[in-house]
């Protein structure tokens, strides 16, 4: 067995995904993991806190060169996943009002966005340019650095309109999170 590490029933099944992976009786479907990973991100990020969106305006009172060494923090529940099946597929396939059909395999995969919005845990897939910014940005790189990636403006941007950066950590400041 795998107790959670803490004494909160909401963190129970962490290792669920790993075992899932491992288990002989499900070598026959081998997206179940990433399901079961889907499933795990939305568990915790329905348990996180959920912060105050910082408004895309607020980067403008921050001076430029500031900027570019300053990092975002973003809502602590956001979680990417990735996965070589379409796992976004699979688990809308197998809602409750689902019957659990229509789902091509073979198609790609691809990195899903995991998080809190107000009451319920949502996600969204995600291209792959914008997978690798909000990857550069979770590690807690600075700005110019995580700018490098393709279409970087637009992907920030997407971060801000679903409500995901919640403050600037910048070298001459305290986050406010």
């Known amino acids: 067995g795998h107790p959670p590490a803490t004494p909160c029933l909401s963190e129970f099944g962490d290792a669920f995904a790993d075992f899932i992976a491992g288990y002989a009786a499900a070598a026959d479907l081998p997206y179940l993991a990433d399901v079961a990973r889907l499933e795990w991100a939305l568990n915790r990020a329905w348990h996180s806190p959920y912060p105050a969106a910082l408004p895309a305006a607020a980067?403008?009172?921050?001076?430029?060169?500031e900027l570019a060494q300053s990092s975002l923090?973003?809502?602590p529940a956001l979680q990417l996943l990735s996965s070589s099946?379409?796992?976004e597929a699979i688990w809308r396939s197998n809602q409750p009002e689902q019957d659990?059909?229509?789902v091509d395999l073979s198609q790609p995969g691809?990195?899903?966005?995991?998080?809190?919005?107000?009451?319920?845990?949502v996600f969204r897939a995600v291209d792959i340019k914008t997978a690798a910014?909000?990857?550069?940005?979770v590690s807690g790189e600075r700005l110019e650095l995580a700018f490098?990636?393709?279409d970087a403006a637009e992907s920030l941007g997407l971060l801000f309109r679903?409500?995901?950066?919640?403050?600037?950590?910048?070298?001459?400041?305290?986050s406010n999170t």
Do not use: I, N
Request: net charge negative; glycine share 10%.
């Open 59 to 65: 980067l403008s009172a921050v001076d430029a060169d």
């Open 73 to 75: 923090v973003l809502q």
């Open 85 to 87: 099946y379409p796992v």
């Open 100 to 102: 659990g059909s229509g």
């Open 110 to 121: 691809g990195t899903l966005l995991v998080w809190r919005e107000r009451q319920d845990a």
């Open 133 to 137: 910014f909000s990857r550069r940005v």
């Open 148 to 150: 490098e990636e393709p």
């Open 162 to 174: 679903l409500g995901l950066v919640v403050d600037v950590q910048s070298p001459g400041r305290q």
